[in-house]
């Protein structure tokens, strides 16, 4: 039996890994084609009227943009196959280099807001679901609603003028004060992993202030999805037959819910912490423009106006692969925690 559900899982996860390339190629294929779709090309948007002619002409044959459309879509793939997403229009600069820096303050925020979803939609569930039709569970129903329907800008403008401006009791906007951005090395480029390396206490402190508002605004935006799926979930695996016995032979009651019906109604969580990161990830560019945030959606906003389409085509690019790489992952951890989802 071990041999044979071992082998149930290895031929999942080689179908489930070869699926991800004809997936790749469609993600890629659907950004190259819009950041076409716009009249000219990314130099001409760019740097139309900033540069004579010639000096555009000669910009455009450097970056290939004088080519067919398909031989355009073969360098594209391949860069993007070799790690190199493209050197941006504006400042010249590689856009690896702004996914490692930027890129780490939007993973610390996602982190945080996931981390803030999870607890806040996980525990909020499962007392709505254990207590069901009772004050708890209709006022989580609401909160999951309001929560899941509020625009993140929104919530996130309330949350500043709260908790920012009348109680004095968060920063605002920023990922660090300026002196903890100062002084404080970058090993990692997460801000609350570099402080924690260094043994900076104030620095911690300082991090994880400026990192609330803008984690918990984003995480309870996801956290409405959470609730009503753990909330179900609960509430069916509570009529389940096993459940029931457990209570006859005199089971503690926490002990019945904890252990039984809420391990059980965690495996579909798992596959939705794994859809959600679209939503997350969209979700940031938001959050990190309302808050200021330095993380990638804000450079990607910036980008965006200053018409960088090569800039903006590589950070989307990173977006999709990104979407991907989570997928799969999800598929796996839920392959090896459920046997039913190999078959």
Known sequence: MARTGGGSLRTYLIVRIALVVPMVLILLTLVFILM???????????????????ELATRRHAAGYDQPMLVQYGAYLQQVFTGNFGTT??????????????GAATLELALAALVVAVVVGVLVGLLAGRFRDGWFDVGGRIFGIVVYAAPVFLTGLLAQLVFGKYLGWLPTSGQASPLTQAFL????????????????????????????LPAITLGLLISGVFIRLVRVNVI????????EAARARGLWEPRVVFHHAFRNALVPVITVMGLQAALLLSGAVLTEETFNWPGIGHTLIDYLNLRDYTAVQGIITVFALAVVAISLLIDIVNAWVDPRMRY
Do not use: E, F, W
């Not at 076409?36 to 010639?54: E, N, T, Y």
């Open 89 to 102: 229009v504006t400042d010249n600069r590689p856009v690896i280099d702004i996914v490692k820096t930027n």
């Open 185 to 212: 090395p970058t090993h990692t480029n997460l801000l609350v992993v570099d402080a924690m390396i260094d043994g900076d206490g104030t620095s911690l402190v300082d991090v994880l202030k400026h990192l609330c």
């Open 236 to 243: 069916q695996t509570l009529r389940h037959d096993y459940i």
């Open 36 to 54: 076409r779709v716009a009249p000219g090309d990314p130099i001409q948007a760019a740097l139309g009227g900033k540069l004579s002619p010639a």
